[in-house]
């Protein structure tokens, strides 16, 4: 008997496997220009579908229009059951460089370009990559809301909040997904994570794996990891899939071995003593 349910589903309708893809690492470094190996990056995005991942996360900054491309050029015509989601919010002037503009018009201009770049007709789950400080989110999102009753976005998420702007979202919008930096090392967002379990809102951690002091050889992850012969990357995302229900873990790489490695992170079972074991080595 699993200790955490394998699946979830978004929006109530999207049911995906909760250990999905992220697909920032298939292009250049900085998250700028091409990939070193595009036949690589595209054998990445097959191998991930072939190994039941159903869920693949990107951004048309990634590259910028780069990582979208790749998608619909390798995996569309999607198969059934495959969500595709995207964000947009964030620009691109440089390797590592991002500023937030998400003036309506621009907004609406990234959601064409992603449709026409993932060859589909519906983006299944679109993300505001940022909120900009310098726009009522209440406006950003207006436009999108338009497009999702024109069925160009089947659902909305946000990316990089406070519970304060979810709330303030919601009165607009319907949000699904919430995408928020988090790890076992760093849990800045734990009350966005209760708020997202309470209500049913996915939570897909970005930069899923530990780092650091907590990865080094002979620390507790290391030795937990050991016991159930499996790397410390394995180990973050198996917490991560037990911490919560909502929680859909999306590590990305450029490499299919990596990508296998990633993946074997479902089948671990952790006992609520390894939980706390994990837990209170970061504490």
Not at 167 to 189: C, D, F, M, P, W
Request: proline share 7%.
């Amino acid at each position: 008997m699993s200790l955490f349910p394998k699946t979830f589903r978004i929006g109530g309708d999207m049911e995906i496997n909760r250990l999905g893809f992220g697909a920032m690492r298939i292009v250049g470094p900085g998250v700028w220009g091409p990939p070193a190996d595009p036949a690589e990056a595209k054998r990445v995005l097959k191998r991930a579908v072939e190994l039941g991942v159903n869920f693949i996360d990107t951004a048309d900054s990634y590259g910028p229009a780069v990582s979208e491309p790749l998608i619909g050029e390798t995996l569309a015509p999607y198969p059934k059951g495959l969500v595709i989601a995207t964000k947009a919010g964030l620009t691109r002037q440089g390797p590592d460089q991002w500023r937030p503009v998400a003036r309506p018009e621009y907004l609406q201009q990234q959601v064409e370009l992603s449709l026409r770049f993932l060859r589909t007709d519906t983006i299944d789950l679109w993300q505001l990559h940022r909120i900009d400080p310098k726009v009522p989110v209440e406006e950003s999102l207006a436009v999108i809301v338009k497009l999702q009753k024109q069925g160009k976005i089947r659902h909305i998420g946000l990316s990089e909040v406070k519970v304060p702007d979810i709330e303030r979202a919601r009165k607009v919008a319907t949000i699904v997904s919430v995408q928020n930096l988090y790890n076992v090392g760093n849990r800045q967002h734990e009350d966005v994570v209760q708020y997202c379990q309470s209500h049913q809102i996915g939570f897909i951690p970005w930069f899923p794996v530990a780092a650091g002091k907590l990865a080094k050889p002979g620390g507790t992850l290391d030795s937990i990891s050991k016991r159930h012969g499996a790397t410390v990357a394995q180990l973050s995302i198996a917490w991560l899939l037990h911490r919560s229900p909502v929680m859909l873990p999306i590590p990305g790489t450029s490499s299919v071995a990596h990508l296998e490695e990633n993946l074997k992170a479902a089948d671990i079972e952790l006992s609520a003593a390894e939980l706390k074991e994990i837990e209170d080595a970061v504490n």
